[in-house]
């Protein structure tokens, strides 16, 4: 990035409070703090302003000023997000889309909902649910999380084995460019002439504009649904199972996997009735007709007996159910009660791998000296490992990041990638590296340029600046000597 000609945090913020409520144009840092970080928040940056536009047209405006005047711009949604990616810029703007609330229209026909980027993921299925519609996607953070963040990190959740990631469930969306000009990506159409650009932005974590409007699909909801849990006495018959139930041609709704740590920490929290004594728990759904379900029930429930389960139950009601899912989506809090801090990885691996990595992983966590639960996608084989560890102990923080660090080159090495859905955002950036050649970060950087030459849409996020990829690689698993987005900002 170029060196930008300087303006003044008062200045900037007079000009914004020409034409946005000067109450949501946020200076003072006591404000402001709330801003500095995202559900990542190991990873902390006070902003220069927080604006909260209500309208496209005040969206324009403000990036046209911060264009003119080469200001980096962080868009914000619920900031629930994991990788640090809606970590504000020291010289920047934090352009929260919290306004962006509505649901401008459903069309039960069409089965499609078009939606302002601050709506919760969650609302999208509670108001389509008078129409026997519901919405996909539905992450862990479903009741805060935004659609708008859903479609910057691709987002996946419980039920993405069956029926996809965001960018498989959207349909339109438009987008603000780093110019204040508007565009649309996509159309209401089943397809659309040209390059795929709807699914170059899906996942683009704020680096190629500001989205401001979408279009999903929506899903009739199914006639039943049911979830068998099955308890192992180890993970790697676990582990086994996941690809067993694939390979016997059941396509579960989701296909869910716990390790004992967070089968305990979310059963005291939900009160679930998970086999606390289970070195491993599957969470199979199976949606459809009633005739389907109960015969893929039956099946389920044999098959997992057979690879070695030691305790098969299958909900009889929606209570049951909704109870059981209840769990898994606490893990992440319940965790966060039997340790003072945890971090939460994100990386995919083919399943057949899934035992031995769960292996590795346990090997890792004694040499590391931290304990690891592992809660996850395991139809999809997204991982989501919680390191946990304690910020007051000195080191230990650094050691948490190498144990992070080293469980992403193990999902390299095995034939996957570093992230599923957190994105990379300023936490994954090193190990990015990893993944990809010199030659294919340029790449990524030339898309970079063609929608953002100034490089001012969320700088020093998802790819790392090629003078640095060397020393990334040369640090290999030590433990970070800098903040990366400090690094990544000078780059």
């Not at 996946?156 to 603000?176: D, F, S």
Request: hydrophobic share 40%; net charge negative; aromatic share 6%.
């Amino acid at each position: 990035m170029t060196d930008r000609p300087h303006v003044g945090a008062a200045d900037l913020a007079a000009r914004f409070r020409e034409f946005i409520d000067p109450e949501f144009v946020i200076s003072d840092a006591e404000t402001m703090k709330p801003y500095e970080c995202d559900g990542m928040s190991m990873y902390c940056e006070m902003p220069m302003l927080v604006v909260l536009p209500e309208t496209v047209a005040q969206v324009q405006r403000v990036m046209r000023i911060c264009h003119q005047h080469q200001v980096p711009v962080v868009a914000r949604g619920a900031g629930t997000g994991l990788s640090a990616g809606a970590m504000p810029h020291a010289d920047g703007v934090v352009l929260s889309l919290a306004k962006f609330n509505r649901i401008l229209d459903i069309d039960p026909l069409a089965r499609t909902a078009r939606l302002q980027p601050g709506v919760r993921n969650l609302a999208i299925s509670e108001a389509a649910a008078e129409f026997g519609l519901y919405y996909g996607p539905d992450p862990s953070s479903q009741i805060a999380c935004t659609i708008g963040g859903n479609v910057a990190e691709n987002s996946g959740g419980v039920h993405c084995l069956k029926y996809g990631l965001t960018v498989h469930n959207l349909l339109r969306v438009e987008m603000i460019t780093v110019e204040g000009e508007r565009v649309v990506l996509g159309s209401e159409g089943l397809d659309v002439c040209g390059m795929d650009l709807l699914a170059l932005a899906t996942g683009s974590e704020g680096l190629l504009g500001v989205v401001t409007e979408v279009t999903v699909k929506l899903l009739p909801t199914p006639e039943r649904a049911q979830v068998v849990m099955a308890g192992f006495d180890s993970v790697q018959k676990a582990g086994d199972a996941v690809g067993g139930i694939i390979a016997h041609g059941i396509i579960p709704g989701g296909l869910e996997m716990m390790d004992g740590h967070a089968i305990v920490a979310a059963d005291d929290f939900a009160q679930a009735g998970y086999p606390r004594d289970a070195k491993a728990l599957l969470l199979c759904e199976v949606d459809g007709t009633a005739e389907e379900v109960q015969e893929h029930i039956e099946q389920a429930e044999a098959l997992f007996r057979e690879l070695g389960a030691t305790s098969v139950c299958t909900s009889k009601n929606e209570a049951e159910r909704a109870l059981l899912w209840k769990g898994r989506k606490s893990a992440f809090p319940a965790v966060g009660r039997i340790s003072p801090d945890y971090y939460c990885m994100d990386g995919t691996i083919p399943r057949r791998q899934l035992a031995h990595v769960l292996t590795e992983m346990e090997a890792m966590s004694e040499q590391f000296g931290l304990r690891v639960a592992n809660v996850f996608h395991a139809g999809d084989g997204n991982l989501h490992p919680l390191i946990l560890f304690d910020a007051n102990v000195p080191g230990e923080f650094e050691r948490t990041e190498a144990f992070g660090t080293a469980i992403l080159r193990l999902c390299v090495e095995v034939g996957g990638c570093i992230t599923g859905e957190h994105g990379v955002g300023v936490e994954k950036i090193r190990q990015m590296a990893y993944q990809f050649s010199d030659a294919e970060l340029a790449q990524f950087h030339d898309l970079k340029a063609a929608f953002d030459p100034q490089g001012i849409l969320n700088p020093g996020k998802g790819v790392p600046s090629l003078r640095f990829c060397q020393e990334y690689r040369a640090l290999d698993d030590k433990p970070h000597s800098s903040h990366p987005a400090k690094e990544a900002r000078h780059g």
